[in-house]
């Protein structure tokens, strides 16, 4: 990707000459903690508070470097060659058509780990909720053009509180899952970071160790936050993808069985998840959140 410093101001404003999509980006399900007002976005990342914007390929920002954001919001991949690999069929050409420029964002593991936790059976805003109740409650108070932001908390701090204390920020019996597994994170050594190393299997069954963690988490966070491309999370909206675009690829009796049922079983999520990766390959999580995104706003 080339890189051209469009001028000398105070808000840095650079040309990106990569497909880029900011709005759908920040706006399409994998992050929680972010507020649009006006033109701008405004968000904590990484404990760095920052607003950006776009202004067709030029990017402005405010409070961090270019190489923070660009590391953030992964304009280091190729979205052409990523588009190329998954484009496999009318219906992602559609999706690719409408939201190209999409991103997965490079997520701190541990908040994507929380908030994914969070995230079992509940609507974008109700996460949002429970998040920025706990940033409130347990982050750090800062302050940043005009406006009063929280820092997600520290895994220290969140091992510290009480199952009373995270219900009372809107947790529900998530609150027990969350505190013990900060707390193994915090007493057991459970690196996070070290996943990036594994392999997608052996890394998924690592994380699955952990309290409240299910092959849905586990998959969200190791696409969100750890690299792994070819995580292919399933959810709703992707299990109603699969049933009205891609029935036909599948063994007649799952698709039976999913016409039939309302809820995934363990099995059953396992076998979509299969078929997410092998048809899409390497780059099958990007393929998830087009589709996602798509069967979402678009149809």
Not at 32 to 60: I, M
Not at 213 to 224: H, N, P, R, T
């Amino acid at each position: 990707m080339f890189l051209q410093q469009a001028g000398f101001w105070r808000t840095p404003k650079l040309i990106v000459d990569a497909p880029f999509y900011l709005d759908v980006t920040l706006c399409c399900g994998q992050v929680f903690r972010w507020e649009k007002v006006d033109d701008w976005w405004f968000g904590v990342a990484s404990d760095k508070t920052f607003k950006v914007r776009q202004l067709g390929n030029l990017v402005e920002f405010e409070n961090v470097d270019w190489p923070f954001v660009e590391n953030y919001f992964s304009l280091d991949m190729d979205l052409q060659k990523i588009s190329a690999s998954i484009n496999r069929d009318l219906h992602i050409r559609k999706a690719l058509k409408e939201y190209f420029g999409l991103r997965l964002i490079r997520q701190d593991p541990w908040e994507c780990l929380i908030s994914y936790i969070c995230a079992t059976y509940k609507s974008i805003p109700a996460i949002r909720h429970m998040l920025n109740n706990m940033a409130q409650k347990f982050g750090e108070k800062t302050s940043f053009d005009g406006r009063t932001f929280y820092t997600f908390p520290k895994p220290e701090m969140l091992a510290r509180a009480t199952e009373q204390k995270l219900k009372e920020c809107g947790l529900g019996y998530r609150a027990k899952y969350v505190l013990a597994t900060t707390k193994q994170l915090c007493e057991g050594g459970f690196n996070l970071e070290s996943l990036r190393k594994l392999p997608y299997p052996e890394a998924k069954a690592a994380l699955m160790e952990l309290p409240g963690i299910g092959a849905k988490v586990a998959d969200c966070v190791l696409l969100f936050s750890l690299g792994k491309t070819e995580a292919f999370p399933v959810d709703v909206w992707v299990k109603r993808v699969i049933l009205n675009h891609y029935g036909d690829k599948l063994a007649p009796e799952l698709l039976q069985r999913l016409t039939t049922r309302g809820s995934l079983s363990n099995v059953d999520y396992r076998r979509l998840n299969e078929f997410g990766r092998s048809y899409f390959g390497e780059y099958a999580g990007y393929a998830q959140e087009y589709l996602y995104h798509y069967e979402r706003i678009a149809i």
